[in-house]
């Protein structure tokens, strides 16, 4: 005889229990949600909001994990326990093409995988994208990221993605920027990040592998011809105007003569230097490496002792243009700039004087500054009409300083100067002597990196002189004294 079969009512099946149901129940939820969001996003509607992209592309996609891992850790368990229930033991899995039944499953499982896998690279991709926006790195973390998003609006780079200049190509940096994007993240949420957040960045991708995959270094610029317009802090607010050639050239032989401030672009010198400061405004050395291996080096006189070699850095395109997507324009220029374009009323007594130091006060808050430079400019002017000069100068607060994070120029120098912080006088200053000879670092006498070709106002102006002209301070006469302009000129108003 043969044995009877078990007549055992079938089991249930891996997938009926409640863990597993949460799970779908959650996936389902989850993609449905990602699918809706996903469309909002393909028609456009979710552009304008910041939070929609990580709802979409961070939030469903990870709860449609979460319940898909439910889905599986529930039929797992399932499978464990019946596994030690002996009762049970005769059913293995076996899957029988010959059975309809099985036929079926095992197509819905690849339907649905595929569909599955379809979606998560859509998604991840999408994810990928999203992880990389302005709206992610500018928007999200707004109190964070607002000062440097805003400066960067106003810049020449507005239209270029954070993420070239911040991680650039390859997967090495995306991954080192995700992991410390983590734990800024951790900071923000714990309210313990710093306030401004320190500049230099120590871990910014050489230029190299950013600025020079859009801007070629071989590139000869030869000469820019530039005009600043400045107003002095008289009742008058007179103009005062320096239109210089300022010498950029290039530096690369196949290109044009090597010479002039892109010298440094260094596609044939290296140039080294060591900052005493973590901001580098204070450097004492510098080396320099010719093509044919010939080294210079270049101390300030009141060094002693060698350099740290671990922060000896290669000087790059940032160490000039340290600034080229968020400039914190400085009180100073910026009344200067709204003044030139009659945005602030040139008629108002010694409006400059005024603006700049309304300007310069501390405010708590963006909003009380907001409040206080319109009364204090209705108290100084009463009863004249104001309304184009306040939304001015109000503009100017808005889009310069940021007190909730501490971010305005004082905390942001610019280097690619030499007025209001030491900028090029940071080696350039006449104070660095070669090691042995002691000759003095080229490059200090004041027409070796630009030519002034006309200065002043009106007729002065007008007079053009290809030669170029000596620097006329409009204040006093400042040859001689040994100072350079950054130790008066802070970008705030001068005593006079
Ligand atoms: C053209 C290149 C470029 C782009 C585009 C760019 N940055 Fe920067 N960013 C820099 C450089 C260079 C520095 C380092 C400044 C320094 O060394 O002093 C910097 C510094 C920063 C800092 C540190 C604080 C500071 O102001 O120095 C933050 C935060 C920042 N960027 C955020 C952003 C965000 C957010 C975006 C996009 C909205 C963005 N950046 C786009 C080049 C860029
Ligand atoms: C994705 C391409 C891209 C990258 C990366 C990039 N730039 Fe630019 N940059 C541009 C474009 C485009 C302009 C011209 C903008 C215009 O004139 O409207 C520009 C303009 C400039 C200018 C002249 C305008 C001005 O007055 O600021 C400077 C200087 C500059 N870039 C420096 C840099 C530096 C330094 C970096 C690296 C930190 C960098 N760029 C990275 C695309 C890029
Ligand atoms: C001894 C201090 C001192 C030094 C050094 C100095 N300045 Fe000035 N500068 C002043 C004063 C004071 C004024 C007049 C401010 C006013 O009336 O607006 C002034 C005005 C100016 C102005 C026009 C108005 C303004 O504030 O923008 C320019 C431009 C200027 N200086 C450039 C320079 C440059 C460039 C250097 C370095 C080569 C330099 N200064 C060095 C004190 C100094
Ligand atoms: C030694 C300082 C210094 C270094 C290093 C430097 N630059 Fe410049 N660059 C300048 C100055 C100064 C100007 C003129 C800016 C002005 O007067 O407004 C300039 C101008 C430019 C301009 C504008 C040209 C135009 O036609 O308007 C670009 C673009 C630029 N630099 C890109 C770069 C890049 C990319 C690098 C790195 C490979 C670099 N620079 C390295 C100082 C420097
Ligand atoms: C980190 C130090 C450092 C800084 C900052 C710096 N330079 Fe230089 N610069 C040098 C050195 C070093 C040399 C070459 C010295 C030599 O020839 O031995 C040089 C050379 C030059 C030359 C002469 C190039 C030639 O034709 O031989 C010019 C022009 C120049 N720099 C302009 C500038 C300007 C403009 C700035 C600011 C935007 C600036 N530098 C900032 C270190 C610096
Ligand atoms: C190492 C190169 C270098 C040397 C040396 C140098 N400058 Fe400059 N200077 C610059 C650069 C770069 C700028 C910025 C150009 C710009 O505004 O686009 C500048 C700007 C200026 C401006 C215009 C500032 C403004 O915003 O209106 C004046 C004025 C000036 N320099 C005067 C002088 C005088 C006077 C000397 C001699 C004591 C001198 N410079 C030496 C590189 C140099």
Known sequence: MTEPIPTASRPKSVWHNWITLAGAIIAAGALFSFLFLLALDVIGQARSNPYLGILTYLVAPAFLILGVLLVLAGAWHQYRHREQS???????????????????????????????????AVGSYQTFHYSESVQFCGEVCHTVMQPEFTAYQHGAHARVDCVECHVGAGASWYIKAKINGLHQVYG????????PIPAPVTNM?????????????????????????????DDKSTPFTVRLLVKVGGGSPDHGPVGGIHWHMLTLNKVEYFATDPQRQAIPWVRVTAPDGHVTVYRADDFKGEPNPARIRRMDCMDCHNRPAHRYSTPDAAV??????????????????TAVDLLTKPYPNQEAGKIALESG????????????TIAAVQAIYRDNFFPEMKADWSHYPDNLGHLDSPGCFRCHDGKHLAVGNRQKMPATDCDTCHTILAQGAGADLARVAPAGLRFKHPSSNIEGTGLICSDCHNGKNQEN
């Not at 005769?90 to 029988?96: Q, T």
């Not at 923000?188 to 306030?195: A, D, E, M, S």
């Not at 991708?205 to 802090?233: M, N, V």
Request: charged share 30%.
């Open 188 to 195: 923000i949420l714990r309210h313990n990040y710093p306030r």
């Open 336 to 353: 200067d700039e709204a003044l030139y374009l009659g945005r602030v009323d040139e008629r108002l007594p010694g409006v400059k004087r």
């Open 205 to 233: 991708r050489p230029s190299r592998e950013t600025c020079e995959q859009c801007h070629w270094p071989q590139k000869y610029t030869g000469d820019l011809d530039k005009t600043r317009s400045h107003y002095l802090t």
């Open 86 to 120: 002996p009762a049970a033991r005769p059913h293995r899995l076996s899957i029988d093409l010959s059975r309809p039944g099985d036929r079926r499953t095992l197509a819905w499982f690849a339907v649905g995988g595929m569909g599955f896998a379809l979606l998560s």
């Open 377 to 388: 400019l209705r108290q100084h002017y009463p009863g004249k009409s104001l309304e184009g």
